[in-house]
């Protein structure tokens, strides 16, 4: 039996919704996703994101210590820190008393290998993410062993400098919001603080991928290609947040079927997703530069044409 033959209008729509399809930078940065395991390599972050997440704490309280001596705000500092956990991942008295177990050393020498240990092993979270996201952008250079380990305990170091940065931050826009509501009562003042707040996570979170992407793959891209990399992950990851929050509420039942350790697949769920989310972000970065040279260099001018000179 002989198909009807497809008429040529039809036939030259298929192909023009094929070729926009194919050309755009979204869906080649979903197929280089897959191309290049995306999905494994955001398994492996969350391992090892799981393995350095009470080393990296460890460290960070140990960096708290060094550089705010008030006990009072250490404590603080530390209780908002682990507050950015999920509540139902059941980590939080780990971690704390793995922390206490540390800031119990009495003796220096036997402190710094400690932290020195919880910064190595921590450091593991991000050579896992240092491979996938050159695997995204396509980097062929490998660095030897010690560069690599190197760039990656001092990105534990950043990170750790970052977020005591953020939470004073965040602490102090606290301090300033109860006080300004003591002295001033404007009009939609509570409105606006709550939109500060809403979109203050946001923008720290970019400023967190915007200096990932610059420091931890080795590509030649400059701020103005990373950037819109940098706004999709810290986005996609608020959004990936919320959402996530409401399904294990009103959704899953982890608890019933898990039992204790329902709040820990909730969390490592929750990490997969943002791993992807962060890979994808890289692919759709190096597609857009991809694209951008191209549209550049098209734009060149040619010097042998004529009327060139």
């Known amino acids: 039996m002989r198909l009807p033959a497809v008429p040529s209008g039809v036939r030259n729509q298929y192909d023009r919704a094929h070729s926009?399809?194919?050309?755009?930078?979204?869906?080649?940065?979903?197929m280089s996703f897959l191309s290049h395991d995306g999905t494994i390599y955001a398994a492996a972050i969350t391992y090892f994101a799981l393995l350095s997440l009470i080393p990296f704490v460890i460290f960070l309280v140990a960096v708290i210590s060094f550089f705010i001596r008030d006990p009072d705000l250490q404590l603080r500092i530390t209780n908002s820190i682990i507050a950015y956990l999920p509540a139902d991942a059941n980590l939080d008295k780990p971690i704390a008393s793995a922390v206490e177990s540390v800031a119990n050393i009495q003796s220096t020498v036997l402190a710094i290998p400690a932290i020195i240990g919880a910064a190595w092993t921590a450091s593991g979270f991000f050579g896992a993410l240092r491979r996938s996201l050159n695997r995204a952008f396509d980097v062929a250079v490998r660095p030897s062993m010690v560069h690599a380990r190197l760039?990656?305990?001092?990105?534990?170091?950043?990170?750790?400098?970052?977020?005591?940065?953020?939470?004073?931050?965040?602490?102090?826009?606290g301090i300033l919001r109860t006080r300004a509501f003591g002295r001033f009562d404007l009009l939609y003042s509570d409105r606006l603080w709550s939109i500060f707040f809403a979109a203050l996570p946001v923008a720290l979170s970019f400023l967190t991928f915007l200096l990932i992407f610059r420091w931890v793959p080795q590509h030649g891209l400059g701020l103005r290609d990373i950037w819109i990399g940098a706004l999709f992950s810290a986005i996609g990851l608020e959004f990936l947040t919320r959402v996530f929050a409401w399904f294990v509420a009103v959704v899953a039942d982890n608890d019933g079927v898990y039992g204790a350790l329902g709040g820990l697949i909730s969390f490592l769920g929750l990490i997969y997703f943002a791993a992807m989310i962060v890979i994808l972000a890289a692919e759709v970065t190096r597609e857009l530069a991809i694209r951008r040279a191209v549209d550049s260099a098209d734009h060149v001018p040619d010097p042998h044409a004529p009327g060139s000179e």
């Open 20 to 30: 926009f399809v194919t050309s755009n930078p979204i869906y080649r940065a979903y």
């Open 151 to 173: 760039k990656d305990l001092a990105s534990v170091l950043g990170l750790s400098l970052l977020l005591l940065s953020s939470t004073i931050l965040t602490i102090t826009v």
